[in-house]
């Protein structure tokens, strides 16, 4: 890893403007999300990698003209340069968060545009635009910007993916200031700056509406579908082991899609797909194939392919095992049905850097059990071993079967105009959990919805859940520094 001068020399030359993001975009009628500008009083890293350090600053715009915030860059601090230091925590202000954007735009009023939904492989189409100095949170959530403007009401902005907030604080001239805690978290509603559209399948046997409340997601973002909300709520099943006991939960402020029939809306056709960058699926207690005909499936795969991204647990592996595509089901070898009582101690995979990363911000947030491992209960087994360049992330240690999982999209890589793949290159990604979220729902959401404390099993699904939000890269690599457009 990089640590000394040079790094920086580097960075300068291969710097990262654009956020590690959703793809692709598609005009939908929520509308365009500029992100308002907050103000805060302050009291008083380079893009990540796999080790949770913070090597340096990239610079970015220089003072043209006496104009933007690069005009206000004292040059004359010698050693001792204007410097911002802080942690950017999640909409909740309770966890920080790793691998986020934090920068100073020259001109905050000219941010560029975040457009909800996707239909293009474009891996990290969300620039950060023109900006003086930038970084990225380390393992900790922390960072570290240095070279930055002296004056007041200094734009700070926080971005990863679609996610974007933006803050003002006052800087001191030559001096470091620590930007307070719960200042820089990433917004819980459209008022405080942009959000991913996603979409979310309730199920019986999972609580997934109530968890991205815990996110710190406000309940008016819990809308109908296309009812103008960041958080689309969509009716399945609760059929345990494919047994009727009636439905998932609906949406207590309007009326859920229905998706409790073959003729659900959410995935009837690729384009319906592409009003959302991500799409969030709750165990149904069963596979509920009724509901998912294969051409649901196929709709499902080609949108993955084109940039879309899915957050899918335990019996909806059946949109990868039964697949009608054969690249979906050669991703892992797949037990299919499993109950989901499993409970103990689990390990954290980190043969990878991110695995790695996972494991150090669990243990910085106070989640990991005695020799590192996390205890985790209503663990499913759906998944024994994953096929390469499937990542595994958490597992049983006694059996080695995958308990979380991830994999680019397309499949192997992205295909070249002359057929070849290019691999580590892709344009969304899918991700399975065995791990269940706080347990059976108890009633419509958001109103059924308690505020309680999230468990580490809900700690680690909140880390997996942002990861899955930034730029689609090759996750057995640290995210990469990705070089200016020309």
């Given at each position: 890893?990089?640590?000394?001068?040079?790094?920086?020399?580097?960075?300068?030359?291969?710097?990262?403007?654009?956020?590690?993001?959703?793809?692709?975009?598609?005009?939908?009628?929520?509308?365009?999300?500029?992100?308002?500008?907050?103000?805060s009083s302050s009291s008083g890293g380079s893009?990540?990698?796999?080790?949770?350090?913070?090597?340096?600053?990239?610079?970015?715009?220089?003072?043209?003209?006496?104009?933007?915030?690069?005009?206000?860059?004292?040059?004359?601090?010698?050693?001792?340069?204007?410097?911002?230091?802080?942690?950017?925590?999640?909409?909740?202000?309770?966890?920080?968060?790793?691998?986020?954007?934090?920068?100073?735009?020259?001109?905050?009023?000219?941010?560029?545009?975040?457009?909800?939904?996707?239909?293009?492989?474009?891996?990290?189409?969300?620039?950060?635009?023109?900006?003086?100095?930038?970084?990225?949170?380390?393992?900790?959530?922390?960072?570290?910007?240095?070279?930055?403007?002296?004056?007041?009401?200094?734009?700070?902005?926080?971005?990863?993916?679609?996610?974007?907030?933006?803050?003002?604080?006052?800087?001191?001239?030559?001096?470091?200031?620590?930007?307070?805690?719960?200042?820089?978290?990433?917004?819980?509603?459209?008022?405080?700056?942009?959000?991913?559209?996603?979409?979310?399948?309730?199920?019986?046997?999972?609580?997934?509406?109530?968890?991205?409340?815990?996110?710190?997601?406000?309940?008016?973002?819990?809308?109908?579908?296309?009812?103008?909300?960041?958080?689309?709520?969509?009716?399945?099943?609760?059929?345990?082991?494919?047994?009727?006991?009636?439905?998932?939960?609906?949406?207590?402020?309007?009326?859920?899609?229905?998706?409790?029939?073959?003729?659900?809306?959410?995935?009837?056709?690729?384009?319906?797909?592409?009003?959302?960058?991500?799409?969030?699926?709750?165990?149904?207690?069963?596979?509920?194939?009724?509901?998912?005909?294969?051409?649901?499936?196929?709709?499902?795969?080609?949108?993955?392919?084109?940039?879309?991204?899915?957050?899918?647990?335990?019996?909806?592996?059946?949109?990868?095992?039964?697949?009608?595509?054969?690249?979906?089901?050669?991703?892992?070898?797949?037990?299919?049905?499993?109950?989901?009582?499993?409970?103990?101690?689990?390990?954290?995979?980190?043969?990878?850097?991110?695995?790695?990363?996972?494991?150090?911000?669990?243990?910085?947030?106070?989640?990991?059990?005695?020799?590192?491992?996390?205890?985790?209960?209503?663990?499913?087994?759906?998944?024994?071993?994953?096929?390469?360049?499937?990542?595994?992330?958490?597992?049983?240690?006694?059996?080695?079967?995958?308990?979380?999982?991830?994999?680019?999209?397309?499949?192997?890589?992205?295909?070249?105009?002359?057929?070849?793949?290019?691999?580590?290159?892709?344009?969304?990604?899918?991700?399975?959990?065995d791990l269940h979220a706080g347990g059976a729902?108890s009633g419509d959401i958001p109103a059924a919805?308690?505020?309680?404390?999230?468990?580490?099993?809900?700690?680690?699904?909140?880390?997996?859940?942002?990861?899955?939000?930034?730029?689609?890269?090759?996750?057995?690599?640290?995210?990469?520094?990705?070089?200016?457009?020309?």
């Open positions: 890893m990089l640590r000394d001068e040079a790094f920086g020399l580097v960075a300068a030359v291969f710097l990262a403007v654009v956020v590690f993001g959703g793809c692709g975009s598609k005009t939908n009628n929520v509308g365009d999300d500029a992100g308002e500008v907050f103000s893009f990540g990698d796999d080790s949770g350090t913070t090597p340096g600053t990239t610079p970015g715009a220089t003072c043209v003209n006496g104009m933007g915030w690069a005009c206000s860059v004292n040059k004359a601090c010698g050693s001792s340069p204007t410097t911002l230091t802080g942690k950017v925590y999640d909409p909740a202000s309770k966890n920080p968060l790793y691998n986020v954007a934090v920068f100073i735009p020259n001109d905050a009023s000219a941010l560029p545009t975040i457009t909800p939904g996707t239909n293009s492989c474009n891996t990290c189409d969300v620039s950060l635009g023109d900006y003086v100095v930038a970084t990225t949170t380390d393992a900790t959530g922390s960072f570290t910007l240095t070279g930055v403007p002296t004056g007041k009401a200094v734009p700070v902005v926080v971005q990863i993916g679609k996610w974007r907030r933006v803050v003002s604080v006052d800087t001191a001239d030559c001096q470091t200031t620590a930007i307070s805690k719960g200042t820089l978290r990433l917004p819980g509603n459209k008022s405080e700056g942009s959000l991913p559209q996603m979409a979310l399948l309730t199920g019986g046997l999972d609580n997934l509406g109530c968890f991205m409340k815990k996110l710190g997601i406000d309940t008016k973002e819990y809308s109908s579908p296309h009812g103008g909300g960041r958080l689309d709520v969509y009716q399945g099943l609760n059929t345990p082991f494919d047994v009727p006991l009636g439905n998932g939960p609906g949406l207590s402020s309007g009326t859920a899609g229905n998706c409790t029939k073959a003729s659900c809306p959410l995935w009837a056709s690729k384009p319906n797909l592409e009003y959302y960058d991500i799409v969030l699926l709750a165990c149904e207690g069963g596979e509920a194939n009724q509901t998912k005909p294969a051409a649901g499936k196929q709709a499902m795969h080609d949108w993955l392919n084109e940039g879309g991204k899915v957050f899918a647990t335990h019996f909806h592996y059946t949109w990868f095992k039964n697949s009608p595509a054969a690249d979906f089901k050669g991703v892992a070898t797949w037990l299919g049905s499993s109950a989901g009582s499993g409970m103990g101690q689990f390990a954290i995979d980190t043969s990878f850097p991110k695995g790695q990363t996972l494991h150090d911000w669990l243990s910085g947030i106070g989640a990991l059990s005695g020799g590192g491992t996390i205890a985790l209960n209503g663990v499913a087994t759906s998944v024994s071993a994953v096929k390469a360049p499937t990542n595994r992330w958490v597992y049983d240690s006694a059996s080695s079967d995958t308990k979380y999982l991830s994999f680019g999209t397309p499949v192997g890589g992205i295909s070249g105009s002359a057929g070849e793949t290019t691999n580590g290159k892709y344009c969304g990604k899918a991700v399975f959990s729902p919805c308690t505020d309680a404390t999230m468990t580490p099993q809900e700690e680690a699904l909140e880390f997996l859940f942002f990861d899955l939000s930034a730029c689609v890269q090759d996750d057995s690599q640290p995210p990469q520094i990705i070089p200016p457009p020309k």
